[in-house]
């Protein structure tokens, strides 16, 4: 059916910036919402921002992260993206993305809904 690969985790310090990329295959693009989760050691994995993959479809995202990440997608590279900047050591995560097929992105974001899941890429942030 397809498969999701993340890239452009690393180490920064904190004020850095990362950007993390999410190429869809197969179904896992169009008209799915795509999703960036987060889990560090020892703590629930939280839904961080979405997107979805039709027509202007609006992100959203988590009050800790509003103003520092930005999710956009490329329609014609089947990607979706993160940006992410003012990194702080409590963004350290593996982060994940995540693919749904529905109508729409259903917010807060539920872990469990989602069926497809890439392999994640760490992010690391020193103070």
């Known amino acids: 059916q397809g498969q999701l690969v993340e890239s452009g985790g690393g180490s920064v310090q904190a004020g850095g910036s990362l950007n993390l990329s999410c190429a869809a295959s197969?179904?896992?693009?169009?008209?799915?919402?795509i999703a960036w989760f987060r889990q560090a050691p020892g703590k629930e994995r939280e839904g961080v921002a979405a997107?979805?993959?039709?027509?202007?479809?609006?992100?959203y995202y988590i009050n800790s992260v509003k103003g520092r990440f930005t999710v956009s997608r490329d329609d014609a590279k089947n990607t979706v993206f993160l940006q992410m900047s003012s990194l702080q050591p409590e963004d350290t995560a593996m982060y994940y993305c995540?693919?749904?097929?529905?109508?729409?992105?259903?917010?807060?974001?539920?872990?469990?809904?989602?069926?497809?899941w890439g392999q994640g890429t760490q992010v690391s942030v020193s103070s």
């Open positions: 995540a693919a749904l097929t529905r109508d729409y992105c259903h917010w807060p974001l539920v872990s469990t809904l989602f069926a497809h």
């Open positions: 197969g179904d896992l693009y169009t008209k799915n919402c």
């Open positions: 997107i979805y993959t039709f027509r202007g479809g609006s992100p």
